[in-house]
């Protein structure tokens, strides 16, 4: 059983073009993440949500919409794609647990990340 | 800055040790985690150290926090081929709205 699940694992595509990214975890967690690695392997968080509520939100061209339609999936969004938009993607989920006044949160699981090619 | 730190590449014969470094930025980091890539994969948890814990050792895998320097290394005993990764370490920042800023990785070869 696939915890995190992302598809497409491959995605080549042109400039120009519009695409989404799905993403869907079966672990029951209420915070999802999209994260990008750059060609030299460097991961940056894009966007967090809780249970359906953007809580974080990079400095991340608004061409990039992620779309949360329940807790258990956060799907990406990206219109008119440019060839710096090649990377992987990499989606995640952990769980959060608000107890004492403090919001703490799981360790992250990952999911198997999406190659995006832009030509 | 917000960089989190680590050397690029680093290569180790089969059975020795590898110790991988880290140096973070936020002292008010609550976890800090160790993460394995292997090649064409997503990002596997390895272990994970909480902010007011000077070691934490998992079979052979020993994790070594320096609060005061910032400092966060990650041994592996008897290394394996199978070892062979890339390995980001990763801050949880503080807050309500904490996320995971990563390392810049490196990456472990292991010759025969």
């Known amino acids: 059983d696939t915890a995190v699940s992302q598809t497409p694992k491959y995605l080549v595509t042109q400039m120009g073009n519009d695409k989404s990214i799905k993403c869907e975890q079966n672990?029951?967690?209420?915070?999802m993440y999209w994260y990008k690695q750059d060609s030299k392997k460097f991961l940056k968080i894009m966007f967090s949500?809780?249970?359906?509520?953007?809580?974080i939100n990079e400095t991340v061209p608004n061409r990039f919409s992620p779309k949360s339609p329940d807790k258990a999936h956060l799907n990406l969004h990206i219109n008119s794609l440019e060839l710096g938009d090649s990377a992987v993607y990499f989606c995640?989920?952990?769980?959060?647990?608000?107890?004492?006044?403090?919001?703490?949160?799981?360790?992250?699981?990952f999911g198997q990340g999406t190659r995006l090619t832009v030509v | 800055g917000e960089d989190v730190e680590q050397s690029l590449f680093l290569s180790v014969r089969e059975g020795d040790s590898s110790v991988i470094n880290c140096t973070y930025t936020d002292s008010s980091s609550t976890y800090l985690y160790w993460y394995k890539q292997e090649p064409g994969a997503g990002l596997q948890l390895l272990t994970y150290i909480f902010s007011n814990m000077d070691m934490k050792q998992d079979q052979r895998l020993t994790v070594l926090l320096n609060k005061k320097d910032k400092h966060l290394s990650l041994r592996i005993a008897d290394t394996q081929t199978g070892d062979s990764a890339i390995y980001f370490c990763?801050?949880?920042?503080?807050?309500?709205?904490?996320?995971?800023?990563f390392g810049t990785g490196t990456r472990l070869q292991v010759t025969l």
């Open positions: 949500y809780n249970n359906k509520e953007l809580i």
């Open positions: 672990l029951g967690h209420d915070t």
């Open positions: 990763a801050e949880r920042r503080g807050g309500t709205a904490s996320k995971l800023t």
């Open positions: 995640a989920s952990s769980q959060g647990s608000s107890g004492t006044g403090r919001w703490r949160l799981s360790e992250a699981f």
